[in-house]
């Protein structure tokens, strides 16, 4: 979590973006909320802080993350609405269903983006809403960057899978270039200055040596090709079958 102590949100966006994002995810302020692989859980921290009728849930595999995620949510005054599951997010069941379901930047937890929308679609109440933020291809990338990301689709395909899997997105966010630059700069210089901040520790070099590798990596490998995308979705009404307004 060192690499994310000055980027809370772990996934190149800026707050204004996040605000807005969640905005459209939630338009009433009273929903439901499930975060599938949600870290420290600052997407749904965020939304309890603003939303006092909210009540949220969350599932991820780390317990220095979810202890994290306990002790803010306290200093907040929302742990009485948040409640953490500590377990793997493609197994967690739930006996009621979410007005919002959240998967930002953890789709490689299902095995991609589709099966991430497969799993979000059993939790979803009728009507609700899936916030995903998955990777694309903004320009053709090196073979170096496609063995280290893997075969992403580019910002056109990635919407039609989308879209061809019963989804209407209802809003959308391309994380910009400065957004995409200010989260790298910000993991990998936490890392680096942890390092140097605590140069006596049995891993301070280790970990001086990571910041570096994962700069030059950024820098020299997928800077110019990697994007984010974020969506708002909705599930696709059926030929002839009703719409469920929110």
Do not use: N
Request: hydrophobic share 45%; with cysteine.
């Amino acid at each position: 979590m060192i690499a994310h102590a000055d980027h809370p949100i772990k996934s190149p966006l800026a707050d204004e973006s996040v605000g807005l994002l969640l905005e459209r995810g939630l338009p009433r302020g009273d929903e439901r909320v499930l975060d599938l692989g949600c870290g420290t859980a600052e997407w749904l921290l965020r939304a309890l802080a603003t939303r006092p009728q909210l009540h949220a849930e969350g599932v991820d595999v780390s317990e220095a993350a979810l202890m994290q995620a306990r002790g803010t949510a306290s200093a907040l005054g929302v742990d009485e609405r948040l409640v953490i599951h500590h377990q793997e997010a493609a197994d967690f069941v739930s006996a009621h269903p979410f007005d919002l379901v959240i998967s930002v930047g953890a789709t490689h937890a299902f095995g991609g983006l589709l099966p991430t929308l497969a799993a979000a679609r059993e939790h979803l109440a009728p009507g609700g809403r899936v916030l995903i933020g998955e990777s694309f291809w903004d320009r053709t990338p090196s073979p170096e960057a496609v063995e280290m990301f893997g075969d992403l689709a580019d910002l056109a395909t990635t919407v039609d899978l989308v879209v061809a899997d019963g989804w209407t997105p209802v809003h959308g966010h391309i994380s910009t270039r400065s957004e995409l630059d200010a989260y790298e700069w910000a993991c990998w210089g936490s890392l680096a200055a942890w390092a140097l901040d605590h140069p006596d520790d049995p891993g301070a070099a280790q970990v001086l040596e990571t910041a570096t590798t994962q700069r030059t990596e950024w820098l020299h490998t997928y800077r110019d090709s990697f994007g984010f995308l974020c969506l708002v979705l909705r599930r696709t009404a059926t030929a002839g079958g009703p719409v469920t307004r929110l």
